[in-house]
């Protein structure tokens, strides 16, 4: 088989193509179906994979994440995990002193998922209302923008003061700097002391609808609601990303003794990194990669079957075309290729447009719809691989039984 | 002489021509070649004993009734077939003992045929019909066209070259197949019936082609019922049950 062979295979499986414009297009759509399905299939499982890195790395590098129960994605946590034992502030206190080797900073935080916020009669969309420590800013890398942050003399005296977030700046104070200003929480009032930088969006959701104020104030206030209205938890950095395995287990074993978890039973209490996020989420994917596989899977084989029926039909019909190639000299190789890459160019040509109507659809997907979406190159190529892949399956056996056929008989035919 | 049907293929005996002989000088030599077909119960023999040879620049005929192993015995002398025994040499290559693949390159070096219905390719204008032997040949693109081109030319088709065969008369045709059986510049041209769908004035002109072709030094065997084609020959062959009943020089 040389270079010229293919080529003029090639040329002579586009002529047949194009003679057969009707049913050509039928079995191309057919393939394309199967390659839309899988890019598809492929871009959406790849949008919200980078999507997802993207937010875990948004989140601050490398923190590790300590609360009553682990996090637990759109569950609800069950009764055993609600009526574990608090985590404390004197839990973060022993984080900080005790693995100082590993860890650089920790920040305990008490959280109520919406706080009435008023400001001279404006009311505003019930922001997060976080208590916190100084640590914050430089744990989770999020930064005071104008005026300060909360500092430990806030603290020690249970001040009323508070740090704005983007959002709730541009509802109460479109027109006026709120630094200095009072304002209302829960019906109490705060002098607003910072407002916080950007944060951009966690997952569709703002991540600038907050508010921080002290956490020994928060406490003042409103320390014993219910969790999972308030919940308390710790944000620790280590040192380096290297430092993330061993402050992990250190943390484990702090919280272990001083919680008095026997040895053998487990946690009672959640240590996560962003990796193990990222483990999680990738759990979470694992199955539903399988699934939509699975389901390109089938609509490839059915685009591949159109082809076999196709290409079986094709043979047949040129059955003296066949005899002639064969009386002049073409051999069974001769043949065999002819009519496989006959069907590696339906498929092929299937594979393409079925590539670009999965391009569009994912660029019109992220256009149009929060679900992001992403074609990745591996996936164009693999498209290409396997969409060809399928002419060859499927296309050897009709070129086969062309290869095969008897000279004599093929050209008796009519 | 016994009646053909208690004549059967027999065992090859001493002073038999083998392949380790000497190769026939002759272009096509064929040693009591035996074709039989299993049909039912009773195995039919198309081929009974062929023996015959045929020198470089004959022009033979071979005629003989529908069903007198006519069309058989043309399909091993083309090389589409393998007898079931004897021997057959074609330019001094054993071809009764080839694969398929092996009887391919044969038929594309040796053999030109020329067919009764044309076998032209539908689709493809009657240049792409004439380059196809070079295809299979592996010769580039570039050499396929000039030589198809001259082969045209030769035929007198140089203005029909992009032509279809369905915009060309049953003439044009037949031309277009001659050149494409001539353009590999084989040992042998062999035409089955290859005026048998031409009316009698296109015939002529074809058979006044061969004449040329044979003056040209090609060797020709022409497979044929009608004894007019065939008195154009300088040898006949006639055949009837299987065997040879006739081979005689007629010019």
Same mark, same amino acid.
């Given at each position: ?12 499986? &586009? ?46 590098? /490398?923190?590790?994440? &300590?609360?009553?129960? $682990? ?6 946590? /069950? ?29 305990p935080i008490r959280r109520k ?8 009669? =404006?009311?505003? $969309? ?23 942050? &909360? &500092? ?96 992990? $287990? ?15 039973? =487990? ?48 043979? !047949?019909?040129?059955? =003296? ?12 190789? /001769? ?5 496989l890459i006959e069907a590696v160019?339906? !498929? ?52 086969? =039984? ?13 | ?5 208690? +004549? ?24 009591d070649i035996w074709k039989t ?39 091993? *002398? ?14 001094? @290559? ?40 070079? +295809? ?12 198809? @081109? ?53 015939? *002529? ?23 007019? *084609? ?13 065997? *040879?009943? @006739? ?5």
């Amino acid at each position: 088989m040389t270079f010229d062979d293919i080529k003029e295979s090639a040329a002579m499986a &586009v002529a047949t193509v194009r003679a057969n414009k009707l049913r050509s297009s039928l079995t191309i759509l057919g393939v394309a179906i199967g390659v839309v399905t899988l890019t598809f299939m492929v871009s959406i499982i790849q949008g919200l994979n980078k999507a997802f890195a993207e937010q875990i790395e948004s989140l601050g590098s /490398n923190t590790i994440f &300590v609360s009553k129960f $682990d996090p637990s994605f759109g569950r609800q946590p /069950n009764s055993e995990e609600l009526h574990r034992k608090d985590i404390s502030v004197e839990d973060a206190e022993a984080i900080r002193t005790e693995a100082a080797d590993a860890v650089e900073s920790v920040a305990p935080i008490r959280r109520k998922i919406a706080a009435d916020l008023r400001y001279a009669g =404006k009311e505003t $969309d019930t922001p997060v209302l976080l208590g916190v420590t100084p640590e914050y800013e430089f744990t989770l890398s999020q930064y005071v923008e104008r005026g300060r942050f &909360v &500092v430990d003399a806030d603290n020690a005296g249970r001040e009323n003061v508070a740090v704005l977030a983007q959002d709730v700046v541009r509802s109460l104070f479109p027109f006026e700097d709120p630094v200095g200003k009072e304002i209302k929480i829960e019906g109490r009032p705060f002098r607003v002391v910072g407002v916080m930088e950007p944060l951009g969006n966690f997952f569709g959701q703002s991540r600038d609808n907050s508010l921080y104020i002290p956490l020994s104030t928060f406490d003042k206030y409103w320390r014993d609601i219910e969790p999972p209205v308030v919940v308390f938890f710790i944000i620790i950095r280590p040192h380096t990303r290297a430092h993330v395995q061993t402050a992990t $287990d250190e943390i484990t074993d702090i919280l272990r003794r001083r919680r008095q978890v026997p040895a053998g039973v =487990k946690n009672n209490f959640g240590v996560s990194s962003q990796d193990s996020l990222l483990d999680f989420y990738n759990q979470l994917t694992g199955a539903t990669w399988l699934v939509l596989t699975a389901i390109s899977f089938v609509a490839l084989m059915i685009g591949g079957i159109g082809v076999m029926n196709i290409m079986l039909v094709s043979v !047949t019909e040129r059955t =003296k075309e066949i005899g002639i190639r064969k009386a002049v000299g073409a051999t069974r190789a /001769n043949i065999l290729w002819q009519f496989l890459i006959e069907a590696v160019v339906l !498929t092929g040509l299937g594979g393409l447009a079925g590539l670009c109507v999965g391009e569009v659809a994912s660029l019109l997907m992220n256009r149009y719809s929060p679900l992001p979406a992403y074609v990745p190159l591996w996936a164009i190529l693999v498209g290409i691989g396997i969409s060809a892949s399928v002419g060859i399956v499927f296309g050897l056996w009709p070129a086969w =039984k062309a290869a095969r056929l008897d000279p004599i008989e093929a050209l008796r035919y009519e | 002489m016994e009646s053909p049907a208690t +004549i059967e293929p027999r065992a090859l005996e001493h002073g038999d021509l083998l392949a380790h002989d000497a190769v026939p000088a002759a272009l096509i030599s064929m040693r009591d070649i035996w074709k039989t077909y299993e049909m039912g119960e009773e195995p039919l023999h198309a081929l009974r004993g062929v023996s015959f040879d045929v020198q470089r620049g004959e022009y033979l005929a071979i005629i003989g009734p529908s069903g007198s192993g006519k069309s058989t015995l043309m399909n091993l *002398i083309g090389c589409l077939d393998t007898p079931s025994q004897g021997r057959y040499w074609i330019n001094g @290559k054993l071809v009764s003992e080839m694969d398929d693949d092996e009887l391919a390159h044969i038929r594309n070096k040796e053999i030109g045929f020329v067919f009764q219905t044309f076998n032209l390719l539908a689709r493809a204008t009657a240049l792409h019909n004439v380059e196809l032997p070079l +295809i299979y040949a592996g010769i580039s693109s570039a050499d396929r066209h000039e030589r198809a @081109k001259n082969a045209l030319s030769s035929v007198e088709l140089s203005d029909r070259m992009m032509h279809r065969p369905n915009e060309l008369s049953g003439g044009q045709r037949q031309r277009v197949a001659i050149a494409r059986a001539l353009v590999n510049h084989p040992s042998l041209l062999l035409a089955d019936e290859p005026t048998g769908a031409l009316d009698s004035h296109t015939s *002529i002109e074809i058979m006044n082609l061969f004449e040329r072709l044979h003056a040209e030094g090609n060797t020709i065997i022409v497979v044929t019922h009608e004894p007019d *084609i065939a008195s154009r020959a300088h040898r006949v062959i006639a055949i009837r049950d299987g065997q *040879i009943e @006739k081979d005689e020089k007629i010019r």
